[in-house]
């Protein structure tokens, strides 16, 4: 069974940094894109950053040079290193999977059908 575990949210101050780790566990491994979304309070999910298994990354504009989306495949897990955080980054971070062919080209929310459960970053001014 398809499995994804967030963890590495926490409250951090503005200009802070924070690591999220995605353990994967199923035929996650074999999926074509991993991402990270994320989902403020009243706001939809957006996409933050996904990864091609071939190994090409995208980024929402947002993000801006700040974060980087990694993947380790020998141990199954994605990463996402945030940086210089601010209150808008609030939000609860999600770890999801894809086995569309067309997840990295449109860099679409529906595409992903692999969900985790989520993992809360808090930045505070």
């Known amino acids: 069974q398809d499995q994804l575990v967030e963890s590495g949210g926490d409250s951090v101050q503005a200009g802070g940094s924070l690591r999220l780790s995605c353990q994967a566990s199923?035929?996650?491994?074999?999926?074509?894109?991993m991402g990270w979304f994320r989902q403020a309070p009243g706001k939809e999910r957006e996409g933050v950053a996904i990864i091609h298994s071939s190994g090409p990354t995208k980024y929402a504009d947002f993000v801006k040079g700040r974060f980087t989306i990694s993947k380790d495949n020998a141990k199954n897990t994605l990463s996402l290193q945030m940086s210089s955080l601010q209150p808008e980054d609030t939000a609860m971070y999600y770890c999801a999977a894809s086995r569309s062919m067309l997840c990295y080209a449109l860099f679409r929310r529906t595409d992903f059908g692999i969900w985790g459960q989520g993992t809360q970053v808090t930045v505070s001014s």
């Open positions: 199923g035929y996650t491994s074999t999926t074509a894109c």
